[in-house]
């Protein structure tokens, strides 16, 4: 058998079509990708668009100018527009997704550019970068917000910055201005934030911030004094020159300090202080409990005035706070209220009655006697002062207490007052003195005398006394006439009487030169003195008998029995 091999068949090859994509269609694929991606990316991080009002634009350009926190690009200014009472400028705002939650209604905005503000220059940055808009977010809780009026100049804190706010009260504000510092023992641990106005602007509540930790230090007896300026002193040792610092020098500050040992606890936020003027009146005021006292006058309170000392026993423990008049319905009178607060501890050893309740010790000692008096302590300046004293004789009186303060019973002894008083009556008493009908009785008694010695009887009696003088001269003519022989005889003997004695006088001077008391000559005198003394009394008789009878030296004596 024959095998054949029959030849294989050839494949037959198909033809299948299929559609393609160019790819030139690629390009525009991928463009559209990243272009979708790239908003949907825009669109993600974009955030809420805000407007800020400021009163003007300076420095702001739209489509370039940020915003910016901690140097963190927050937003760009897109639209720059005038509000429509042409009042102010609108800045609208894209802000950034991570700017919402910070976007509350107590956030602060503000343009940041080069300036001088609190003593210190901000802004240096933005000459080479250009203005852009500051935000300082606060970290307390509040509510979302997208309209905002943005603050003309930048907040002296950052929200972060940690410490304690007070509020520091004073009569007035000085050269004390925002971003003044704040010193502790020479070291600035603070700022002032602002200050707002009291009632009808009687006073003013300075904002004081106290950084940590040194907010530790601020108790509720701590003293605050305005610490601007220079004080220049001239005392006993020279010139005191007393500054806190230079900037306090320019920009105003204050400074407080606390007792070493602070019995008080720590001071809360926005605990009230008062501000005193200057460091010499906290040093004055010093550190402790203060008993608020109230006094009511009756009389004048001229020269008294808020911040006048209150004395006890001619020491100052405390200050006037207020002076003022009201009707007291009670005695029907116009009375001057003087209120005034003393320092407790500057008692010495008052501390050792803390545990009694307050007022204890002064209602005693208003009870002894205690009184309120107004004391002028110059007669130059006119001022006066409340002194305390302990007033004998006084009524009896108690402390009474309303609320916090305590009335102390007044006194109008003491003082150079009570001398003006007592001469104020004596003058009261001089005016009352009739000097009209006086001068009327001195008058009627003149007369009445001007017509008794004109009268008759003064005449009469004038007559008699001249005759009389007239017989008297006849006597003495008829005396001098019989006794003139003695009476030349007399001065002979008076020129040896003066003799005599002058020859004793010297001897009694020669005795008392050259000798002693129990000389000879001392004893001769002895026995002289009287023999002196017996010859002038008969010198004495003698001149008495001729006297009595001149005839004697004609006659010689007669045996009449009378001598």
């Not at 936020?269 to 010499?280: A, E, K, M, Q, V």
């Not at 409990?289 to 423990?317: H, I, M, P, W």
């Not at 130059?380 to 207490?401: F, N, R, W």
Request: glycine share 8%; net charge neutral; charged share 20%.
């Amino acid at each position: 058998m024959t095998d054949t091999i029959e030849p294989a068949k050839a494949p037959t090859a198909g033809v299948r079509q299929r559609r393609r994509i160019p790819l030139v269609w690629l390009v525009p694929v991928l463009t559209g990708l990243i272009a979708a991606w790239l908003a949907w990316d825009t669109f993600s991080k974009r955030g809420p668009t805000i407007t800020i009002t400021f009163e003007t634009a300076a420095g702001l350009t739209a489509g370039q100018s940020q915003l910016r926190y901690r140097n963190v690009v927050m937003g760009t200014v897109k639209q720059i527009a005038v509000s429509p009472d042409l009042a102010n400028v609108v800045v609208t705002v894209e802000t950034v997704r991570e700017a919402e939650p910070l976007l509350t209604d107590k956030t602060i905005f503000w343009v940041v550019k080069p300036q001088l503000f609190a003593g210190n220059v901000t802004g240096l940055d933005t000459l080479l970068s250009g203005s852009y808009i500051g935000m300082r977010p606060s970290p307390d809780k509040a509510n979302a917000r997208r309209d905002f009026v943005g603050n003309q100049d930048p907040p002296v804190l950052q929200a972060s910055a940690k410490g304690t706010t007070y509020k520091l009260e004073t009569k007035r504000l000085g050269s004390i201005s925002l971003g003044s510092p704040i010193f502790f023992r020479d070291i600035e641990v603070g700022t002032v934030l602002g200050w707002d106005l009291g009632d009808l602007a009687s006073s003013v509540a300075i904002h004081a911030f106290v950084r940590a930790p040194y907010d530790k230090y601020v108790h509720e007896d701590t003293s605050f004094w305005n610490a601007s300026g220079l004080s220049v002193k001239l005392n006993a040792s020279g010139i005191d020159v007393q500054i806190e610092s230079l900037r306090a020098l320019l920009l105003g500050g204050i400074a407080f300090d606390t007792a070493t040992h602070p019995k008080s606890p720590l001071a809360a936020s926005h605990h009230r202080f008062p501000l005193y003027p200057s460091l010499d009146v906290a040093k004055s005021a010093g550190f402790g409990r203060q008993l608020e006292l109230l006094s009511n006058f009756s009389g004048s309170v001229a020269g008294l005035a808020a911040g006048a000392d209150v004395t006890l026993y001619g020491l100052k423990v405390g200050e006037v706070t207020e002076v003022s008049l009201i009707y007291d319905p009670r005695s029907e009178a116009i009375v001057a209220p003087v209120r005034y607060r003393i320092e407790a501890d500057r008692i010495t050893g008052i501390a050792a009655a803390e545990n009694l309740p307050p007022g204890t010790i002064a209602a005693a000692m208003v009870k002894r006697g205690l009184r309120a008096t107004l004391q002028a302590p110059s007669l130059i300046s006119g001022q006066k002062i409340v002194a305390l004293e302990m007033v004998p004789d006084a009524p009896p009186a108690e402390l009474v207490q309303q609320g916090n303060v305590f009335i102390v019973p007044s006194s109008e002894v003491g003082g150079f007052d009570s001398i003006t008083r007592s001469a104020n009556e004596l003058l009261s008493k001089i005016n009352r003195i009739d000097f009209d009908r006086i001068g009327k009785s001195i008058a009627g008694a003149a007369a009445g005398l001007n017509d008794t010695m004109n009268g008759p009887q003064i005449k009469k009696t004038l007559a008699a006394l001249e005759g009389a003088m007239v017989d008297a001269r006849d006597v003495m003519r008829k005396l001098d006439d019989g006794a003139t022989p003695a009476l030349k005889r007399l001065p002979d003997i008076a020129v040896q009487l003066q003799e005599t004695l002058t020859r004793a006088n010297r001897l009694i001077g020669s005795l008392d030169r050259g000798y002693g008391d129990q000389s000879k000559f001392h004893r001769d005198i002895d026995r002289l003195m009287p023999q002196l003394t017996e010859t002038a009394r008969s010198i004495r008789a003698l001149s008495d008998l001729l006297s009595r009878h001149p005839e004697a030296l004609i006659k010689g004596r007669t045996n009449t029995g009378k001598e």
